[in-house]
């Protein structure tokens, strides 16, 4: 089924020539598997399937039910202090429901860094005078401001914790705004293994990508990594060097020439949205547009190949739109027709956003 995500990327692998006519076997049920999706109508009883998915659920549960007991990481033999400040709804966090993300970021290709700012804004659930800001290491954090006032914060583990002047009222929609920068942690094996991906192309031109579902969001930019927080809208604007393509989430709202050779490319999800899903897709990039007529509507999809894949992208990327009618069929409209479809090729094997 969908979940909250907006777009699919594809490793490079499935575009080549002699991949993109026969269908490339991936060794899990993922929606980049666009193959294994646009056939499965035809050759699998979606009832049969969910039947059985349903019965591996309540088997899973019963399992689960008969030990209480929940395994920590393996290694330490324990949880750690960063492990409760990421996973727990800690005092830093319960008071306040993130309502909207402004994210701007600038992506330093020579050195491999970013820098940047995130306006954090949310409503108020109950008192309190510290946030807690979730930005892992070696990120760092230059300040945290609200209404023009420099902060109080200080650093636990992975964690900021900000000290707020300003009354802080139930139901007010306030904001607080992190400036970071620094050399984000780079991805091992992504995207399970995720970080930001620094490659360049078959042609040697830069290729940048992030996976962090795992990691989690964090881990480049600074918010309330917590997963049950969505923010109800985000902006995600990224800067990058000519004549680099960024793909985001949401609708492009804008792309502005910088006088330093950058662009910036602005985009706009108006829907709630899972932060880890929130990605950068910067290299030299190929479009073209469809558009499907589905139970919600007028579907754009957008498709975003290397520039020397275009022709291979086309022939692969026609399942598409039978993979939407499948879904659509078995488990209704696509939920995010205002916010789009994209699907985007990426230098690892991908995954959904």
Known sequence: ???GDRFIKLTLMNLSPSNHQTPHPIPRFTRTSLHATAVSCSVISMRKLLTALSFAAVATSSATAQSTRINPPTGSGRFSRADSLRGNNGPGRSWWDATFYDLHVRVNIKDSTISGYNGISYRVLKPSQEIQIDLQQPMVVDSVTQNKQTLTARRDTNTIFATLTAPQ??????????????RPRQAKNPPWDGGFIWRTDKQGNALVSTANEGLG????WPLKDYTADEPDSQRVAISVPDPMIDISNGRLRSTKKEADGYSTFEYFAVEPINPYGISINAGTYAHYTEE?????????????PLSYNLDAAKAQFAQAKPMMACFEKWFGAYPWYKDGYKLIETPYLGMEH
């Open 169 to 182: 009222k139930i139901g007010d929609v306030n904001t607080v705004t992190v400036y970071y920068h620094g």
């Open 292 to 304: 499907y007529a589905g139970e919600g509507g007028k579907l754009t999809m957008d498709f975003w």
């Open 217 to 220: 969001a964090s881990v480049w």
């Open 1 to 3: 089924m969908f979940d």
